[in-house]
């Protein structure tokens, strides 16, 4: 039986955007931290749809960098609900990359993100359930 590459998600990306140079450390990498804030952008669109309104992140796990991003690269963050709570949200978050010239998708990292809804004055609110 053939290996198989792993593929990306088989919906629509919430983000994709271009690293660009003034994302890199000095090594030429995309920075963590970027990635990881397009991350916690694409999973704050998600939960801002599910809890039809604000939603603050409090809690990232199991974030591990695989490979590296470099300048070019077209970048992919697809976003799932896990599961849902009376106020929170755990969204898993997956990202991916593709040389710009090339139509190999290669993941980078994933990672869960806990959402927590919030009412106007920053208190925990239930989610919508209808």
Known sequence: MPDTLPTPP??????????????????????????M???DLAAGNLAARIARGRSVTIAVDGMTFLKP?????????????????RSS???HVEAWR??????ENIKVTDATF??????????SRPIPQD
């Not at 088989?10 to 990635?35: K, Q, S």
Request: glycine share 10%; no cysteine; aromatic share 8%.
């Open 37 to 39: 804030a397009q991350m």
């Open 98 to 103: 593709r040389h710009r010239y090339d139509t």
């Open 69 to 85: 991003v470099k300048v070019g690269d077209v970048v992919s963050i697809y976003a799932d609900l896990e599961s849902t709570g």
């Open 10 to 35: 088989d919906h629509e990306p919430v983000i994709r955007t271009i690293a660009m140079p003034a994302d890199t450390n000095p090594a030429g990498d995309i920075f963590g931290g970027w990635l």
């Open 89 to 91: 949200m755990r969204i």
């Open 114 to 123: 806990t959402f927590v809804a919030i009412d106007e004055t920053g208190r």
